[in-house]
């Protein structure tokens, strides 16, 4: 049973993508699993594309409330968790979706391995640590507002909370590497510390 958050998949960056990657490869081999799939709020990339992706894939599948994550956890019933990054700074710090640090910390507190996907691209050596990167905030209305289908199939926007609340839309959040068991890259898996990223891409660090 594995845990994943956002979408990481061939949607996001072709061919297999990359927190989804090993999940695909997994299945290619024979290898029965299951993927909890974090909604992913407010956008909820991981209700839309990453569960149609898994869909599509034939890939046994559950959808699930953001916060279920930790009580799933709590009960044994994740194995691992691998989620994808949009910046890794030199340090093994990663940014990625909100909510991922979140998951980091569940995990670690319920011992559960807690992977990042990462194409090299997105390692920045320039950055000593996830302090550095500026996290984009984003326009209220997607957190106050949901779209969706309805019985006809139809696209429509609902409101959830009352009129005249604020909201707060921070997109991403910083997971320290010290709750990353490791980065999986396409030059191999690697210790999320500058030595382990380094390791694996001594040209640019």
């Known amino acids: 049973n594995l845990l994943t958050h956002c979408n990481a998949g061939w949607l996001a960056t072709v061919d297999w993508g990359t927190a989804l990657a090993p999940v695909y490869a997994a299945v290619a081999a024979g290898i029965p699993l299951h993927v909890w799939v974090d909604e992913t709020r407010p956008r909820n990339q991981g209700a839309s594309l ?4 898994l869909a599509k894939h ?3 599948h559950t959808v699930i409330a953001d916060n279920a994550g930790g009580h799933l956890m709590q ?8 989620v994808g990054t949009d910046r890794t700074a030199a340090n093994g710090d990663v940014c ?3 909510g991922t640090y979140l998951k980091a910390l569940a995990a670690h507190d319920n011992g559960v391995p807690f992977y990042v996907a990462a194409p090299g691209p997105s390692i920045d050596f320039a950055l000593a ?22 019985g006809a199939g139809r696209v429509v926007e609902i409101r959830l909370p009352p009129e005249g609340s604020p909201a707060a839309n921070p997109a991403f959040d910083v997971t320290p590497a010290r709750l990353v ?3 999986i890259t396409e030059r191999g898996v690697c210790a999320a510390s500058r030595e382990g990223l380094a390791a694996l891409y001594p040209e640019r660090a």
């Open 50 to 53: 990453t569960a149609w992706e």
């Open 58 to 60: 034939g890939v046994p």
């Open 75 to 82: 009960h044994g019933r994740v194995d691992l968790c691998i």
């Open 96 to 98: 990625n979706k909100i």
């Open 129 to 150: 640590s996830g302090r550095e990167i500026p996290i984009e905030e984003r326009g209220a209305g997607e957190v106050t507002h949901l779209s969706g289908l309805d």
């Open 181 to 183: 068991t490791g980065i």
